[in-house]
């Protein structure tokens, strides 16, 4: 039975991020669980990284289909909020790819977030040319997990994982 | 929070309104931002918004169904209800107005949704808790981005100084509903008021604006007495699934 599950993790190991394709799910942490029972039947609990992710539904699918090509035809998937999805959760392998990707992966532990008004998370490395010397340009980018930030030397912008 | 099935069906659609129709004014704003990075981060609130009424509603579908032997969905209940079926605030429906009016507004909105979701997160139900703990997150994001709004605004020119006022005029009447329980709510939520304004008075501060007094407050949001405004809202957000009932993509 062990040595299903395991196999099944492999398998989830190739299902990618549909918006970040360089990361698998587990690489993001959203794999919360997988049960097998005595029927075939496996059930795979899954949690959204933020509360309107638009990718669960195409991750949900993707899941499916990787363990129907295997031959798992009893596949549910199951939806959990508690815990809450963080950063932290990240594999040291998924940081690093993000990086070479071209986006900045999070730098600190979610706990220390900054609430305080106009300050930002300083001293986010370019993941291009490796520069510390960058600044915050929106707390928003082109996804809910993202913000943006400019390099002060090579004068790109980047997306900015950022900690949740 | 012992509550009647029939009350916590009611708080937990009441939750749900809040974030889809604040949500759905904010998408509003997708493409017309002042500027892109500005456009994006109010979709961006706007989606978070819209996850988070999914998740109340598929709670009280759920809750619904196991009452009433009904089929109730997230989709029948943001987009098959009726006017005086929803229970959203009254400042979430209003017109967005200007650029200061719609960050003002996420700044109260999100300050008085930050202390109610504190307070949920302890909740006995675990399925309230749980999306409290999971929004209290996003949330955390949206005061800071609305509050550093709010400021700037406040503290720049004297056209953006003005608007904010305009902005503060025309809200703070609908600020004394976050804090009077409606039948569905306990009545310790009046406790949140002062919390809320002492959060209020520190960003109003450095802002450099005054928080009004003696103001008339309305009310009738979360009783299903809208604003005329609301109906224009469903009507639009409504109106694919009214015209090809079940349609799905």
């Known amino acids: 039975m062990n ?29 919360r669980d997988v049960i097998c029972a005595d029927d075939q039947e496996i059930e795979i609990i899954i949690t959204p990284t933020y509360s309107g992710c638009p990718a669960m539904d195409a991750i949900a699918f993707d899941i499916k289909l990787k363990m129907l090509e295997n031959g798992f035809n009893k596949v549910k998937i199951t939806y959990t909020l508690n815990p809450a999805w963080t950063t932290d959760w990240m594999t040291e392998s998924g940081k690093s790819k993000l990086k070479s990707y071209g986006i900045a992966p999070p730098q600190n532990v979610s706990s220390r977030i900054n609430k305080i008004m106009f300050n930002e998370e300083q001293n986010i490395e370019c993941p291009l040319c490796h520069s510390i010397h960058t600044k915050l340009l929106s707390e928003f980018g082109s996804t809910a997990c993202k913000s943006l930030y400019q390099c002060n030397d090579c004068k790109e912008p980047f997306d900015y994982f950022k900690c949740h | 929070m012992n509550k009647s ?13 809040c974030a889809l129709i604040l949500g759905q ?3 509003e704003w997708c493409a017309h931002g002042p500027i892109l990075e500005q456009d994006i981060a109010i979709t961006n609130i706007t ?23 009904k089929n109730a969905t997230e989709d029948s209940l943001a987009y098959l209800r009726m006017e005086r079926d929803f229970k959203n605030l009254l400042i979430c429906e209003l017109p967005n107005g200007d650029w200061a009016q ?12 930050q202390l109610l979701f504190e307070k949920l997160k302890d909740s006995p139900d675990e399925h309230l808790s749980a999306i409290a703990v999971k929004s209290i997150k996003e949330i955390n994001y949206h005061i800071k981005w609305s509050g550093e709004w709010v400021i700037r605004l406040g503290d720049g020119t004297e056209e953006s100084h003005n608007r904010m006022i305009s902005a503060v005029n025309n809200l703070w009447m609908y600020t004394g509903e976050f804090f009077i329980a409606a039948d569905y709510e306990n009545s310790d939520l009046i406790l949140l008021k002062n919390k809320w304004l ?9 802002a450099t604006l005054t928080v009004p007094e003696n103001v008339f407050m309305q009310t009738g949001g979360k009783t299903g007495n809208h604003t005329e405004y609301l109906g224009f809202v469903l009507s639009e957000m409504q109106s694919l699934q009214r015209t090809y009932p079940g349609a799905e993509w």
């Open chain 2, 102 to 113: 719609t960050v003002l507004r996420q700044f109260f909105f999100s300050t008085f949704q």
């Open chain 2, 5 to 17: 099935s029939n009350q916590l069906i009611d708080y937990t659609i009441y939750l749900g309104d």
């Open chain 2, 198 to 206: 002492d959060k209020v008075k520190d960003i109003f501060d450095e």
């Open chain 1, 3 to 31: 040595n299903n599950k395991e196999h099944i993790y492999s398998l989830l190991e190739q299902v990618c991020d549909p918006e970040i394709p360089v990361l698998t799910i587990l690489d993001l942490g959203i794999v």
């Open chain 2, 47 to 69: 989606l978070d918004l819209i996850g988070q009424s999914r998740n109340f509603y598929q709670y009280a579908a759920q809750l619904i169904n196991a009452v009433e032997n």
């Open chain 2, 25 to 27: 004014r904010n998408a």
